[in-house]
């Protein structure tokens, strides 16, 4: 059990929401501010595909990793030593991000990147349902989309306009992260220091028997939501300059743009609709938006593009905060960190494993060929669940 201090005055618990929810939104803009530069790193350093998207994925790996092991320990160290931590190793990947010069150093610094972004996604989230219990868990499910919103925008309009495209949005963010820590000092903390850190290291992984057969029913769409993101941040600026010829990063990096913006608005949309319902409307969507986005690439339509990944992200936005929705409430409070550790690592495997892949796959049967390759198989998980929506037993798993 955590022990929480006395309320919050008025202006304090203000200050905690939105620092922590600015905290959140910087820390998710940094890890989606390479993507637009992946077809630059590319050109620079002579990259493969397959490379592209490794260096993309050991950051999944990297923040599975912090999420299963040090992602609770702020229940016990309390929650600004955690928050220091985080911004502390995010502005240490930033400083390795503006002197690369391989591809190892990128590998590098995407894992210490991945790392304190698991560190700081539970913890600032933790913090903003510390700070405002009524409005938190709704500012923790549009953070994330948020953040890699900002961050691609950013990232492509300075790695088109300004100077040093490879420096300057890295020195910007870690500015960002130096302000976050010296801001620090002035919130308040809401966690008493407590013993059972060691013990809290432990990944507890474990799925109730009520959550098994619901989390199966899920599990195509929600590896299908997460492939699509995986896909749009580690390939998609390099898909946009193969399909259409426009070699702008701005182009590239607005595309992936619009899918996080999408997203986010499909977190307010439905967000009054109950879960199931929710999800058999993003599960159409998701469908819908990839097959319009496929067919932007088979006729070089940047306008189709644009299209699909509108339908596509509010396909995304509207599974992945109605996924958890509906499994969590299956858990008992004791069996819920298992049953989420258990969600978490499908869901990032499927965010990485399979953009690696078509990483592989692109020099041998060409990029195009494997996106359509790819886009089919998130359409055929998307029917797979699609079938279990229509059965009715989301319905009785959503309402009990």
């Known amino acids: 059990m955590t022990a929480i201090q006395p309320a919050l005055t008025p202006q304090s618990a203000v200050r905690l929401t939105l620092f922590s929810f600015t905290g959140a939104v910087l820390i998710s803009a940094t890890s989606s501010a390479p993507t637009p530069l992946y077809p630059l790193y590319r050109t620079l350093f002579h990259l493969s595909p ?21 992602g609770k320990i702020s229940d016990y160290t309390g929650r600004r030593p955690l928050m220091l931590l985080a911004l502390a190793l995010n502005s240490v990947a930033l400083m390795i991000f503006i002197y690369a010069d391989s591809a190892a150093v990128l590998i590098g610094a995407r894992m210490v990147q991945g790392f304190a972004t698991g560190i700081a996604l539970p913890t600032f989230g933790a913090t903003l349902i510390d700070a405002n219990k009524h409005r938190g868990p709704l500012l923790n499910s549009v953070t994330a989309f948020l953040g ?7 990232g492509s309009i300075l790695v088109t306009y300004a100077p040093f495209p490879t420096v300057t949005l890295y020195a910007l963010l870690l500015l960002t992260m130096l302000v976050m820590m010296a801001l620090l000092p ?26 098994l057969g619901p989390l199966l029913k899920v599990a195509p769409v929600n590896i299908a939501t997460w492939m699509l993101g995986g896909f749009y941040l580690s390939l998609m600026p390099t898909l946009v300059i193969s399909a259409t010829g426009l070699t702008s990063p701005f182009v590239g990096g607005s595309v992936v743009t619009t899918l996080m913006l999408s997203a986010t ?49 509010q396909g995304f936005g509207s599974i992945f905060s109605n996924v958890l929705k509906i499994i969590m409430q299956l858990a008992e409070s004791h069996e819920r960190a298992g ?34 390759l790819y886009g089919m198989t998130i359409v055929m998980l998307a029917l797979v669940s699609l079938l279990a929506v229509r059965s009715g037993s989301f319905a009785s798993t959503a309402q009990s």
Do not use: D, N
Request: aromatic share 8%; charged share 5%; hydrophobic share 60%.
């Open 50 to 70: 397959s490379l592209l998207t490794v260096i993309f994925g050991v950051y999944a790996f990297a923040l599975l990793a912090a999420l299963l092991t040090v």
């Open 148 to 154: 890699m919103t900002l961050g691609t925008l950013a």
């Open 186 to 211: 002035l919130i308040s903390e809401t966690i008493s220091p407590q013993p059972g850190v060691l013990a809290a290291l432990r990944p507890q992984v474990m799925i109730p028997r009520r959550a």
């Open 265 to 313: 608005a499909a977190v307010f949309i439905f967000r009054s609709l109950a879960p199931a319902r929710a999800l058999l409307i993003g599960t159409l969507m998701l469908i819908a938006g990839v097959s319009v986005t496929l067919t932007g690439v088979g006729l070089h339509s940047v306008a189709l593009l644009y299209l699909g990944t509108v339908i596509a992200g």
């Open 339 to 372: 049953l989420f550790s258990a969600f978490l690592i499908k869901s990032y495997l499927a965010f990485a494993v399979p953009a690696i892949l078509a990483g592989i796959a692109a020099p041998h049967i060409g990029l195009t060929q494997t996106v359509f």
